[in-house]
């Protein structure tokens, strides 16, 4: 369990102008993101007393979830006990890709502390057996659809049972990479959901004469050589004429700025929501 934050006015003396700096840098107008990175620069910093470490920590999770995984996976096993307990809370409930996997699974190696090693094991848990509810709500989460994660049904959205582990996949790779600073991670992570998304969506509108054949759905399905790519499925006129999103996505293939990326995704995930709901209506008669 993540420590309950500690009383700001209690934090020792010789860290109070280190620890207010981070404070304040939270209302100075920075984006989440940039406030987040700020302050787990100063998780790391050893020179700072563990209980103001652990308190920049609780207030990282409060700011972006996904920052604080990522500076607790950076601790490390030598960590101060108190900082190491609270990165395993942080660990075993926030979404994470298996990208994680190595470092959470070096962590749970070396940790000799049973209540830590057990929220360390519980992450990993998490990682080889991603929920596909959790996935839905993640992904809603990425096309600033929040408010509708509750009500976005699994079953309409990746009706194959047998897809859902690669689409939990990237929709969790593609949420951890988002807050890193790596654009060229992220972009490949959205192209990758998007490849599941397309396919998704071809399979639950079937064969189409002329646009999509019933021996080119067989193949997607299966997964067998000789399948049409997603790239050569968005440039086919009609499918892009009666889902106007493929546009965007063949757009995102010739882009690798982060930021337009993103834009560009909202809107293709929302669009793609609606098709799905259309086309797996449509297919239940």
């Known amino acids: 369990m993540i420590p309950p934050p500690a009383d700001p006015a209690g934090l020792p003396a010789a860290a109070e102008p280190s620890v207010e700096q981070a404070i304040r840098a939270l209302s100075e ?18 020179g700072l007393p563990d209980d103001s470490r652990v308190e920049l920590l609780n207030r990282l999770m409060r700011i972006e979830p996904r920052v604080a995984r990522q500076v607790s996976l950076q601790l490390g096993s030598t960590a101060p006990r108190a900082l190491r307990q609270a990165a395993g809370g942080v660990l075993s409930v926030t979404s994470g890709s298996e990208d994680d996997l ?31 509810t959790d996935a839905v709500a993640v992904f809603a989460k990425l096309v600033g659809r ?109 882009t690798g700025d982060a930021d337009a990326v993103a834009a560009a995704f909202g809107v293709i995930g929302t669009a793609w929501i609606q098709d799905m709901y259309e086309a797996t209506r449509n297919a239940r008669g």
């Open 146 to 254: 929040d408010a509708d994660a509750a009500r976005l049904d699994p079953d309409r959205l990746v009706p194959r049972r047998e897809d859902r582990y690669l689409f939990a996949r990237w929709v969790h790779k593609t949420w951890s990479r988002a807050a890193a600073a790596d654009p060229a991670r992220y972009v490949a992570a959205v192209l990758a959901l998007c490849d599941v998304m397309i396919d998704q969506l071809v399979l639950a509108l079937g064969p189409q004469p002329g646009v999509v054949e019933a021996a080119e759905i067989d193949r997607i399905r299966h997964r067998l050589t000789g399948r049409p790519t997603t790239r050569e499925l968005v440039d086919r006129a009609v499918l892009r004429a009666r889902h106007p999103w493929l546009a965007r996505v063949a757009q995102l293939h010739r």
């Open 29 to 46: 107008g920075e984006s989440d993101l940039s406030r987040a990175r700020r302050v787990a620069r100063m998780v790391v910093d050893a």
């Open 102 to 132: 190595p470092a959470l699974l070096s962590l749970a190696a070396h940790e000799e502390d049973q209540e830590i090693r057990r929220s360390l094991e519980l992450a990993v848990e998490g990682l080889r057996s991603p929920s596909i």
